[in-house]
């Protein structure tokens, strides 16, 4: 940093990027990426261990 004239100019002496945000990130699971019939067999799943927990448990 100089000081010139009661002013202070900042000087970049080196050469880099100036987009400062976050660094890219892999996506992670997403129910709304998979398809309508995925999606219908993730709750076909789901109900089926429901069902399954309620007849053991009044059994």
Do not use: C, K, N, Y
Not at 11 to 17: I, L
Not at 36 to 43: C, D, E, F, T, Y
Not at 45 to 57: E, I, M, R
């Amino acid at each position: 940093m100089r000081i010139m004239a009661g002013m202070e100019q900042h000087t970049h002496d080196h050469a880099h990027d100036h987009r400062h945000g976050p660094a890219p990130r892999a996506a992670g699971f997403s129910l709304l990426r998979l398809s309508a019939l995925q999606r219908l067999g993730i709750v076909a799943v789901a109900l089926v261990l429901l069902w399954g927990g309620v007849h053991w448990a009044l059994s």
